[in-house]
C-alpha cells in the first residue's frame, strides 16, 4: 500500500521559483523499489509528463520541454520526492500531481495504469 500527498502549491508570480513535494508513505515498499513522476494538468489539457525518477538507482529523466527549469529530485530519508520549478510562467498553472509505480523502471509520457497517484496541488502563476 502506497499513498502519496504532494505540498507547496500556491499563488506566485512570475519568475518565482517554487518547490513542489511529495511525501510518500508506505509500508509494503522501500522507496527505492518504486519509480517516481510529476505530471500536471491544466483546465481543458490533457495530463502532461514532466518528470521522473527510475526504480533503483533513481537516475532523473525529463520531458524535453521541461530541462532546463524544472528539477526531480528525492530524499530517501524524508520519503519525498521534490520538484523544483525555476522561472516560474503563466503557462505553468496548473495542478501537479506525484505518483509511483512498483513495477515501471522508468515512467515517461506513454506510461499508463499507473498505479499509485497523489491529490494533486495547484500552483498559480500570475503575470
Known amino acids: 500500500q502506497v499513498h502519496l500527498g504532494e505540498s507547496g502549491g500556491g499563488l506566485v508570480q512570475a519568475g518565482d521559483s517554487l518547490r513542489l513535494s511529495c511525501v510518500v508513505s508506505?509500508?509494503?515498499?522501500?522507496?527505492?523499489?518504486?519509480?517516481m513522476a510529476w505530471f500536471r494538468q491544466a483546465p481543458g489539457k490533457e495530463r502532461e509528463f514532466l518528470a521522473s525518477?527510475?526504480?533503483?538507482?533513481?537516475?532523473?529523466h525529463y520531458a524535453d520541454s521541461m530541462m532546463g527549469r524544472f528539477t526531480i529530485s528525492r530524499d530517501n530519508a524524508k520519503s519525498t520526492m521534490y520538484l523544483e520549478i525555476n522561472s516560474l510562467k503563466p503557462e505553468d498553472s496548473a495542478v501537479y500531481y506525484c505518483?509511483?509505480?512498483?513495477?515501471?523502471?522508468?515512467?515517461?509520457?506513454?506510461?499508463?495504469?499507473?498505479?499509485?497517484w497523489g491529490q494533486g496541488t495547484q500552483v498559480t502563476v500570475s503575470s
Open positions: 505518483a509511483a509505480d512498483p513495477i515501471y523502471k522508468q515512467i515517461d509520457h506513454n506510461s499508463h495504469a499507473i498505479d499509485y
Open positions: 525518477l527510475e526504480r533503483g538507482n533513481g537516475e532523473a
Open positions: 508506505t509500508s509494503t515498499f522501500s522507496l527505492t523499489r518504486l519509480s
